[in-house]
């Protein structure tokens, strides 16, 4: 009796240790924005190839559109380990400790994509991912989302028009600085806040990319959407150092496989996602937009630019002057 209660035991452990064993490794990936966007499409993307590339030993959990945890949670949570997976805006890196990532806000700054990516992939973007590390994260990788618009209730052609407006903007100093170069009062908010700010007044207007703009329908309570173009918006995917370092070398090599594919993914769908988004904006006749003319983006371009050296010190003026190299960036040409 004795000894059959002990086999019985032993078949027991045996069986739990095996569903252990099988457990998958769940990776909760949490962002803010809506699933339709490149954001959301990319987050999904990589989730289906993590798992078919571990062959299941890995479950990756989006959440989407903060139903998890706004922007400054978020961030808490990973460095808790309460989430794996995150990509914040590269506006939002400060709070991390890392306020270089600042230097993608920098105004009129990239023309292209292609641009863009030459700083990404280049020692800057490189530098940058690495630092992550003494903070206890590990960047992955950088997906795309797409230059910004701005919007408001009111015609904004030139900066003067900018005047006085309350503008929401990301928890980002030099885009504190940008507003404030144009004469707006700018105020950093989550995410989450912006379409109810900007419905009840709390703010006037903002600035975003298309996908964002049309997926959170801020274009139903802005009256004006104007084609600026005057920067960028992008992400650092990022993990905890911690819980990376302890996943089975096997794992890694395929998630790390995994996001290679996606970030392709990513990077390959934003423009064509932000140029549906303001088909959309555009055929739903629920604002106007407005197509800057030269003398206004000459304007706009002039009133900008000191941002650029205003912020020399904050993201480092070393940084500036590689990237004015990589993207053939001219000041005194404006
Ligand atoms: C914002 O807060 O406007 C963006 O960072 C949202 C996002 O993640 O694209």
Known sequence: MQIHSLLLGAVALAFSATAVAQQPIVIKFSHVVAADT?????????????????????????????TLY??????EALQLGAVQMLAPSLAKFAPLGVKEFELFDLPYMFDDYK??????????????????????????????NGFKVMSANKPINVPDDYKGLKMRIQSSNVLDAQMRALGAIPQKMAFSEVYQALQTGVVDGTE???????????????KYV?????????????????????????VKTALDAAMVEATKYANSIAKEENDKAMEEVRKSGKSE???????????????????????ADRIGKENIDTIYKATGFDPSKL
């Open 38 to 66: 490149p954001k959301g499409k990319a987050s999904e993307f990589f989730a289906k190839r993590a798992g078919e590339l571990t062959k299941g030993k890995v479950k990756v959990e989006v959440y989407a559109n903060s």
């Open 70 to 75: 706004k922007d400054k949670e978020e961030m």
């Open 115 to 144: 641009e863009l990516h030459a700083v990404t992939t280049g020692p800057v973007g490189k530098a940058l991912l690495q630092k992550l590390e003494t903070r206890g994260l590990v960047g992955l990788a950088y997906w795309d």
């Open 208 to 222: 975003n990319p298309p996908s964002n703009l049309y997926t959170q329908k801020m274009h139903e309570v802005q």
């Open 226 to 250: 104007a084609l600026t173009n005057h920067g960028y918006l992008g992400y650092a995917v990022i993990t905890n150092k911690k819980f990376w370092d302890g996943l089975p070398a096997d």
């Open 289 to 311: 937009i407005l197509v800057p003319t030269a003398e206004q983006k000459k304007a706009m371009k002039k009133a900008l630019l000191k941002v650029h050296q205003q912020m």
